[in-house]
């Protein structure tokens, strides 16, 4: 059984930053991708930021310059580093992970539980 467990988020003012952080464990022979997606309310869930395995790292265009994904090569976690954020941030934020339990399994994609990100003043 593979788990992604969040942690991180909360309330911060506009401008201000937070880091979220994620980590997989049970049963992982591989991962090809974790990342970051968020959903605010009415909204569909959209992608935030991907750490690609190989080195790789995508963004949406609204957070380029501004948030930072990493990877803690020692452990299978990552971080996702938000700086300015703004009112529009606002979202509950799931960790994403694209991988495979066992060596004959296809890629497969596992959530988190989702963490609250709110940015108000």
């Known amino acids: 059984q593979v788990q992604l467990v969040e942690s991180g988020g909360g309330l911060v003012q506009p401008g201000g930053s937070l880091r979220v952080s994620c980590e997989a464990s049970?049963?992982?022979?591989?991962?090809?991708?974790m990342g970051w997606y968020r959903q605010a309310p009415g909204k569909q869930r959209e992608l935030v930021a991907m750490?690609?395995?190989?080195?790789?790292?995508d963004y949406a265009d609204s957070v380029k310059g501004r948030f930072t994904i990493s990877r803690d090569n020692a452990k299978n976690r990552v971080y996702l580093q938000m700086n300015n954020l703004r009112p529009e941030d606002t979202a509950v934020y799931y960790c994403?992970?694209?991988?495979?339990?066992?060596?004959?399994?296809?890629?497969?994609?596992?959530w988190g539980q989702g963490t609250q990100v709110t940015v108000s003043s």
């Open positions: 750490y690609n395995w190989d080195g790789s790292t």
């Open positions: 994403n992970g694209l991988l495979s339990e066992f060596y004959y399994d296809p890629w497969n994609k596992y």
């Open positions: 049970g049963s992982i022979f591989d991962i090809n991708a």
